[in-house]
T-cell receptor
C-alpha cells in the first residue's frame, strides 16, 4: 500500500517566518504534488514535480517554493509566511503520466500563521 | 484556466435516499477520477473512467463518463451514514509538460440517520 507521510499534522508559525512542510512517499513514484485545501475552494494545486530537481507551477504558486532533491521527498517552502497562507496543505504522489494516474494523498498539515 | 465544475456544493439527505453529484468540463478530458474525503481525513481514490460513455459500479456507487468525455456523475443508491464525506471529481487534461489533473471543488454529503 502506498504511504505518503507529511511531517506534521498541525503547525503554528508566525507571520514572516520561513516555513518548511515535508512530504515523503515510499512507492518510488515519479510525480509529487502540493495542494492547499480551503472551505468552498476545494483542492488547489500549488506546485508539482515529475522528477528529481524538476518542478512546475500549479494554479497558485505565489508565495511558495518547492524542493525535490530526492525522488521520495518533496518539500514545500513558505518563504515569508503570511496569515492568508493559513490552510490545510495536502501532499500527493502518483506514477507517470501525471494526468492519468490516481494520486495518493498524505494526511495533511493544518498550518496556522499568526 | 481549465476548470472542472462540480455541483451541488452541499447535499443533505435522509439515510436511504439516493444522492448524485455532477462534474462538467469545458474541454475534453483524457479521463475522470473520483475521490472521497471523510471528515478529518484525506482524499482517497475511488475509481477512474477512461472511455467515452463508460459506466462503472462499486456496490451502491455508480460512476458515469459522458459520451463527449466532458462530464461525469457519481450516483449513490440508498445512502448510509458511512457515505458521509466530500466527493471530488478530477479530470485528466492534456497539455503542458506532463498534463495535469484538475479537481472539482467537491460535493459535501451529509446523511441524516
Amino acid at each position: 500500500d502506498v504511504k505518503v507521510t507529511q511531517s506534521s499534522r498541525y503547525l503554528v508559525k508566525r507571520t514572516g517566518e520561513k516555513v518548511f512542510l515535508e512530504c515523503v512517499q515510499d512507492m518510488d513514484h515519479e510525480n509529487m504534488f502540493w495542494y492547499r485545501q480551503d472551505p468552498g475552494l476545494g483542492l488547489r494545486l500549488i506546485y508539482f514535480s515529475y522528477d528529481v530537481k524538476m518542478k512546475e507551477k500549479g494554479d497558485i504558486p505565489e508565495g511558495y517554493s518547492v524542493s525535490r532533491e530526492k525522488k521520495e521527498r518533496f518539500s514545500l517552502i513558505l518563504e515569508s509566511a503570511s496569515t492568508n497562507q493559513t490552510s490545510m496543505y495536502l501532499c500527493a504522489s502518483s506514477i507517470r503520466p501525471v494526468g492519468n494516474q490516481p494520486q495518493h494523498f498524505g494526511d495533511g498539515t493544518r498550518l496556522s500563521i499568526l | 484556466g481549465q476548470q472542472v465544475m462540480q455541483i451541488p456544493q452541499y447535499q443533505h439527505v435522509q439515510e436511504g435516499e439516493d444522492f448524485t453529484t455532477y462534474c462538467n468540463s469545458s474541454t475534453t478530458l483524457s479521463n475522470i477520477q473520483w475521490y472521497k474525503q471523510r471528515p478529518g481525513g484525506h482524499p482517497v481514490f475511488l475509481i477512474q473512467l477512461v472511455k467515452s460513455g463508460e459506466v462503472k459500479k462499486q456496490k451502491r456507487l455508480t460512476f458515469q463518463f459522458g459520451e463527449a468525455k466532458k462530464n461525469s456523475s457519481l450516483h449513490i443508491t440508498a445512502t448510509q451514514t458511512t457515505d458521509v464525506g466530500t466527493y471530488f471529481c478530477a479530470g485528466g487534461v492534456r497539455g503542458g509538460s506532463q498534463g495535469n489533473l484538475i479537481f472539482g471543488k467537491g460535493t459535501k454529503l451529509s446523511v441524516k440517520p
